[in-house]
């Protein structure tokens, strides 16, 4: 997925000086692709490069006299991982005044933050270079050359609906933060939701539940009760926390609980000693001894509130797409196995209903009431079962009368919440690519194409040769190693 990331300074600097800041930004190695294109058409319209900078200086004073677009409106700088791109607003145009710095970069890219504060350094140091020089057409606000101060962050956009959803979440309803009275490590929640996203996992655990919730004890002596979960599943979930086992040991005379161990293990143990009842004298090893399962209430309320299919999402939203933890929000959904997310894709507001089981027409009316309060553009509706025919068509309906009012919404079904990465990265490769082809506008009439499309096209390509490089490097490194056994 394409980042982008913004710096804006009120900084202004007009005509030639623009050039000759372009200029000074290659004399530092970065090449401004939109320059050289012009420079390398001005050579082959001359045949030579002798007279190239007349030409463009020339082309530059009548854009300046005729009061059209610009020369230059900007560049854009291209690296193998990020690309940079630097725009000079128009102050002619009302708002357009000052400079923007920024980076384009996909998700894993190392340090573009740093990346985009040591461009906008050498922006800087073009700008004061340039005005120091004078006599070029360059001219800056303010008082003398500017200081790296003057750049500032520009916050990303954020819709109302999505502020108005993250301020009103109860708490992180991704998982529980407790155990056993303990915190819960990352490690933990992450062994936690691999565990949940096995459907017998949970349905041992709904059973267990269930159980408990009748006042029925499941004892494993005695056949688990009609739960039927082999000995690795619960020696799992014990080890997750999500259920307590235990041996009770009890006086066959007087019918009291003597005492409760955490296993068999245990109890044979303290059988090994020739161990008595305290109570009528008997060994120990011929007293009532029953295994016992019960789910705790770390299990009850991940099944319940669908904490875990949300702690799921929001680590591939964060790990496999690259959101930032500041662009995710969650809440509780007040009915049963679900639990409802929103997320910020460049500035457009993702809604996620999730819903642990199937979504009947009852559960696509409450996402659709949620979508309505959180105006969100894009409806995400992700389901660990199937999505019933009629929540499927009031949900497609739905979409349908808002684009006819003008209103689109995209409305995503997904059945597995395993398969919704693949799914969502295309949505958010598509409104990053809108965004960036929004965000580069002013830079399409100097190019005479869409700079944000290109540089979209740029990624997916050197994305592509990357996997091959690699590929070729494995297939390299096996033959290599194949010929080393001869």
Not at 198 to 221: H, K, M
Not at 327 to 339: F, K, L, Q, W, Y
């Amino acid at each position: 997925m394409l980042f982008i990331e913004n710096r804006i300074s009120d900084q202004t600097i007009d005509g030639a000086g623009r050039i000759a800041v372009l200029e000074k930004l290659q004399d530092k190695g970065l090449v401004p692709l939109i320059r050289s294109a012009r420079l390398h058409s001005f050579e082959l319209a001359l045949f030579g490069p002798e007279r190239v900078r007349e030409l463009e200086r020339q082309l530059a004073a009548r854009a300046e006299t005729d009061g059209d677009t610009p020369y230059v409106s900007g560049d854009v700088f291209c690296f193998e991982d990020a690309t940079l791109f630097l725009i000079f607003g128009d102050p002619r145009e009302a708002g357009a005044g000052g400079l923007r710095a920024g980076i384009v970069y996909r998700d894993g890219a190392a340090d573009p933050q740093q990346t985009l504060e040591a461009f906008c350094r050498n922006v800087q140091d073009a700008l004061d270079a340039t005005t120091r020089a004078g006599g070029n057409g360059a001219s800056a606000e303010g008082n003398g050359a500017a200081t790296g101060d003057e750049w500032q962050a520009l916050e990303p956009r954020v819709s109302e609906g999505f502020k108005r959803f993250a301020s009103a979440r109860e708490g992180d309803a991704s998982a529980p933060s407790h155990a056993g009275g303990r915190a819960l490590t990352e490690t933990e929640r992450a062994r936690i939701v691999r565990l949940l996203e096995e459907d017998e996992t949970r349905s041992v655990l709904r059973q267990l539940i269930e159980a408990r919730d009748d006042g029925r004890t499941v004892n494993l002596s005695q056949g688990g009760g009609g739960v039927e979960a082999n000995e690795g599943l619960l020696d799992n979930l014990a080890g997750a926390s999500l259920v307590k086992r235990e041996v009770v040991v009890s006086c066959r005379k007087q019918g009291r609980a003597l005492f409760r161990l955490p296993s068999m293990d245990a109890f044979q143990m303290v059988t090994s000693t020739n161990a008595t009842c305290s109570e009528c004298g008997t060994m120990l090893a011929d007293e009532r001894v029953e295994e016992l399962v019960t789910p705790t209430e770390l299990a009850a309320t991940m099944l319940k509130e669908g904490s875990w299919m949300a702690s799921r999402l929001r680590t591939l939203l964060q790990e496999e797409l690259g959101l930032p933890e500041s662009a995710i929000a969650i809440r509780a959904a007040s009915v049963e196995g679900e639990a409802q997310m929103m997320s910020n894709v460049s500035g457009e507001p993702f809604l996620f209903y999730l819903r642990d089981g199937d979504v009947s027409a009852a559960n696509a009316r409450r996402a659709l009431e949620l979508q309505s309060e959180t105006d969100a553009a894009h409806l995400v509706v992700i389901a660990t079962g199937k999505i019933q025919d009629e929540g499927r068509v009031r949900l497609r309906e739905h979409a349908r009368r808002r684009a006819q009012r003008g209103s689109e919404v995209e409305v995503m079904l997904v059945e597995g919440i395993e398969g919704a990465g693949a799914e969502l990265r295309h949505a958010f490769e598509r409104v990053a690519q809108r965004t960036l082809a929004a965000e580069l506008y002013p830079l399409d009439a100097s190019l005479g194409l869409s700079v944000g499309q290109m540089i979209a096209a740029r990624f997916r390509l050197m994305q592509k040769s990357g996997a091959l490089r690699d590929l070729a490097a494995s297939a390299a490194a096996t033959l290599t190693g194949n010929l080393r056994e001869f």
